[in-house]
């Protein structure tokens, strides 16, 4: 079993920053892909990074590169998400989540994560 409990969101006004921390506990390896996802209201759950615990792997979608940075410290157990230049329409629930898989099987793509957290919320205002 793997925990993962968010923290970080926030308010912020347009071009701001802010860090999202995934603590990790129970039984975690090298051999797990670990991604960031996001939903705002209405809309479909979408992926925003990804990144293998090992480190082979990081991935992002392509409207968020260039602005946020997916990161882990293997130490703390903790996966980050680095937000900067926020818009307005980065305002979502945010989600970390975690998988024990391959390398070649961790990618945005991957939507199939056995382990959720329960979400921070992220509102950017104008």
């Known amino acids: 079993q793997v925990q993962l409990v968010e923290s970080g969101g926030g308010s912020v006004q347009a071009g701001g920053s802010l860090r999202l921390s995934c603590a990790v506990s129970g039984r975690t390896y090298t051999t797990t892909c670990m991604g960031w996802f996001r939903q705002a209201p209405g809309k479909e759950r979408e992926g925003v990074a990804v990144?293998?615990?090992?480190?082979?792997?990081?991935d992002y979608a392509d409207s968020v590169k260039g602005r946020f940075t997916i990161s882990r410290d293997t130490v703390k157990n903790t996966l980050y998400l680095q937000m900067n230049s926020l818009a307005p329409e980065d305002t979502a629930m945010y989600y970390c989540?975690?998988?024990?898989?391959?390398?070649?099987?961790?990618?945005?793509?991957?939507?199939?994560?056995?382990?959720w957290g329960q979400g921070t919320q992220v509102t950017i205002s104008s």
């Open positions: 990144i293998y615990w090992g480190g082979e792997v990081t």
């Open positions: 989540a975690a998988d024990p898989s391959p390398p070649f099987r961790c990618g945005l793509w991957k939507t199939n994560f056995d382990y």
